[in-house]
């Protein structure tokens, strides 16, 4: 049994909004003994979120302490909590760090409660603290399990369900195509049949996206003529807008949408790669968080367009029929998981920089180790 753990804090206050590797120190900090109601995970591999830059920039994680908001894939090593067996693959929050003390009465951070189904389901108070079903792990590695079943997945299919049913007639535009939910989501979207049209930063990274996600095209929201390439790809207008980016995309592409259309809301990736965080006015609400102005609000009630913004675990409880049906489709070869992996623990900070720094597709994920 491990005596002490690795964990990785933010030393050094980010200036300008700016990260750099001097913002990370490595410590090694004892393994306490565990309490009752208490179990210790081997951490796996932790998903890089891209609010990472923001929580260290706003002083959300502080100087001196690790970011504890990290989802992560572990191994329960020892257990004095009856909601946890030792060999169970769970996901839960960590910091970054190799080892953590977790306990299923532990709430989320960062987030309200999940609803009564979900802790009943989870057997935990955290949505986000969760078993995978034995057979999930025997099929699928800790990377798929960490994106497809993640958040990333689940956004994805319960965000093109509550769009859907989508038809073949539907004309669908989805930002963040190279991103972690935007590539599941737009290969779900084809899967329906629809006409699909994608945004990434770059030629390169548009010819990537049609070409390994098999969409329609794409379009560079970097160009100078964005309004008139998005008109020239949707000359009947868009039906369906899935969007993790909000910003002046988001305008651009509200402006086309047909009446009685649909849109799901569900991050704001424009403010969270912005080179400069905004200093306005911090978002009161979920809707203005992810991008939705006044104007906007305006437009979508003018033509009715179906509008909804949620957090994922809203749908926590349906999450076994959606680990099911993803599993189907990537059996079935309809859908690719998207590797991007950086491997070992000492690399963390490496990949936190660098996401802020170089495109990247799919999830970024750190694997400290293997199951
Ligand atoms: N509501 C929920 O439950 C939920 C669940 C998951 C994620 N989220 C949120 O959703 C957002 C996206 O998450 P993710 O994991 O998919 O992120 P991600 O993998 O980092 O992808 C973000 C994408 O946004 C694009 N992007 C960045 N700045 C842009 C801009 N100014 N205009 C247009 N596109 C831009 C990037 O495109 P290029 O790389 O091609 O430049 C990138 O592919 C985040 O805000 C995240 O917090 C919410």
């Known amino acids: 049994m491990p005596q002490t753990f690795r964990q990785w804090i933010y030393a050094k206050p980010v200036v300008n909004d700016t990260l750099e590797l001097e913002q990370f120190e490595m410590r090694e900090c004892t393994i306490p003994e565990l309490e009752p109601g208490q179990a210790l995970v081997r951490v796996v591999l932790v998903n890089v979120h891209s609010a990472t830059r923001m929580r260290m920039a706003r002083g959300i994680t502080k100087p001196g302490e690790t970011d504890p908001s990290n989802y992560a894939c572990a191994v329960v090593i020892k257990s004095r909590d009856p909601a946890f067996k030792e060999g169970d693959v769970i996901t839960c929050q960590t910091g970054w760090q190799d080892f953590q003390v977790i306990s299923s009465s532990d709430k989320a951070i960062g987030y309200p409660s999940p ?90 990274r548009c010819q990537w996206v049609v070409d390994t996600l098999g969409i329609d095209s794409c379009i560079d929201y970097r160009s100078g003529n964005l309004k008139a390439e998005i008109a020239d790809a949707f000359p009947d207008g868009i039906d369906v807008y899935f969007d993790g980016v909000g910003g002046t995309l988001t305008e651009a592409v509200v402006g086309l949408m047909n009446r009685n259309g649909r849109m799901v809301s569900y991050g704001a990736a424009a403010a969270l790669y ?98």
Not at 121 to 127: D, I, R, Y
Not at 134 to 161: D, I, N
């Open 274 to 371: 912005a080179d400069k965080f905004d200093s306005g006015s911090v978002p009161t609400t979920l809707r203005q968080m992810v991008g939705i102005t006044d104007e906007i609000e305006t437009i979508l009630r003018e033509r009715n367009i179906k509008s909804e913004a949620w957090i994922v675990d809203a749908f926590y409880h349906e999450r076994h029929r959606a680990e099911d049906d993803l599993s189907r489709l990537m059996l079935a070869g309809r859908l690719k998981p998207i590797r991007n992996m950086v491997v070992g623990f000492e690399n963390l900070p490496n990949a936190i920089v660098g996401m802020y720094r170089t495109g990247h597709a799919g999830k970024l994920q750190v694997e400290f180790g293997t199951l």
């Open 115 to 204: 609803s009564e189904l979900v802790k009943a389901l989870n057997g935990t108070n955290s949505q986000w603290t969760y078993a995978f079903r034995p057979a999930m792990v025997k099929m699928w590695s800790p990377a798929v399990l960490m994106e497809m079943f993640g958040t990333s997945g689940m956004t994805a299919y319960f965000g093109v369900r509550e769009c859907g049913p989508l038809m073949p007639s539907d004309k669908v535009a989805v930002a963040g195509t190279a991103g972690s939910v935007g590539s599941i989501a737009a290969q779900l979207a084809k899967i329906s049949g629809s006409y699909v049209v994608g945004f990434a930063g770059g030629s390169d």
